[in-house]
């Protein structure tokens, strides 16, 4: 399942314009995505747990993420901004979000400048699928 995400957001990435090297986008496997993921998660672990039942952090744990919409998470308070957005969370909207978040969705209060490389975001994203995924 998570080959097939990798698959259709590289697909999306390149159908969007993302800046991803053409080597990479051929060359990357699920394995080398989920570690470069893992290194790139290092710059949200600070605010951000990932874990079902976590504590939340400066940032809300991560748990379930996709396919919630934003500013829901219980026990954490979200800027009015976040909670009345209306975003659902998807690989496409935190591909956006990731880009720079205060841009993405003004007023918002998330202090982090962004992940410039596509390649990270892609591989973040492929990590946080994985690790982020709702028990059923």
């Known amino acids: 399942m998570t080959r097939l995400f990798a698959l259709a957001f590289a697909v999306f990435a390149f159908s969007v314009g993302i800046a991803m090297p053409a080597a990479a986008q051929d060359e990357m496997t699920e394995e080398q995505l989920m570690k470069r993921g893992k290194r790139v998660f290092v710059l949200c672990r600070s ?11 400066v940032g809300p744990n991560l748990h379930g993420l996709f396919g919630s919409k934003a500013g829901t998470k219980e026990g954490f308070r979200y800027s009015d901004v976040v909670k009345e957005s209306g975003i659902v969370w998807s690989s496409e909207t ?12 003004p007023g918002n209060k998330m202090a982090f400048a962004g992940v410039r490389k596509g390649t990270d975001r ?9 690790l982020t995924a709702a028990s059923e």
């Open 47 to 57: 605010c951000h747990t990932l874990e079902e039942g976590a504590r939340n952090k």
């Open 94 to 105: 935190l591909e956006e979000w990731l880009v720079k978040p205060k841009d993405f969705l």
């Open 122 to 130: 892609l591989a973040l994203i492929t990590y946080l699928t994985a």
